[in-house]
Structure formats: C-alpha cells, structure tokens
C-alpha cells in the first residue's frame, strides 16, 4: 500500500488559509497595540489633572490659587515614553500627549482645564480627547 502524499494544489490552499489567518491575525495585533497606547497617553493626562488640581488646592493657602505654568513646576514626569507638551497660566492649562511609539502627527490625546487655549482634538473642559478616537482604531 503506497502512502498517500499531500498534491501541490491542497499545498497552496493551506498555505493561503495560514496566510489570510497571518493577515488577520497580524492587523488586530497592531490595532490593540494602538488602542494601548493612547490609553496609555489617557492616563498620563488623567495624572496631569490630578497633579494640577492638587498643585491649584495647595496654592491656594496662601493667596489666589493658581495652575502649575510648566511641568518642571509641577514635579510631574510622564512615562518615559510619553512626550507631554503643556500650556498653563493662573487662571487655566492644557496639555496634549504623545507617545514615541506613534506617529505624532495623528495619534495623540489632550485636555484643557480652565481658560486656555485647548490643543486639539480637546473640545470639552476637562474631558480627555484623542485622534484618533479609540472606537476608530480598531
């Protein structure tokens, strides 16, 4: 009894069907790794805002509160693969963050709080906003 081989056509249509399952498989791994980072860029902000608030509150025992004008003022240092840029003054900040692992011309998040001038894609007073937005990524 000879034993049967695997034909060159059954050969091509496995490796089509594991090249499709690659293809798949391989574009929602870089989609996920996406979406993790600009949640990683959100709670960056997130502790931003709790550091500027706790910054206004304690400067406020002695005269008029006031926002941290830079982060070195504050003492906040982001992740080191974060990159914040922030905008502050008495009366308000904003701040957008970007991650080395990102294109940061179009994935990037920011918030403002107060008055200032928001960086976009911030629309809302302290709410959280990024490009693209984390529901586009996927």
Known sequence: MRARAFTLLETLVALAVVGV????????????????????????????????????????????????????????????DVTIEMRGGRTGWSAKATSIELP????YCAVYIG?????????????ISCLPAKRDVL
């Open 104 to 107: 940061e011309d179009t994935h």
């Open 21 to 80: 399952l690659i293809g798949v498989v391989g574009i929602r791994y870089i989609n996920a790794k996406r979406t993790a980072y600009l949640t990683r860029l959100q709670a960056e902000l997130r502790d931003l805002v709790t550091a500027q608030e706790a910054y206004y509150g304690a400067s406020g025992t002695t005269s008029a509160p006031r926002y941290a004008e830079t982060l070195e003022q504050l003492g906040f240092v982001p992740h080191a």
């Open 115 to 127: 008055e200032a001038e928001p960086f976009e894609p911030a629309r809302e007073e302290g709410e």
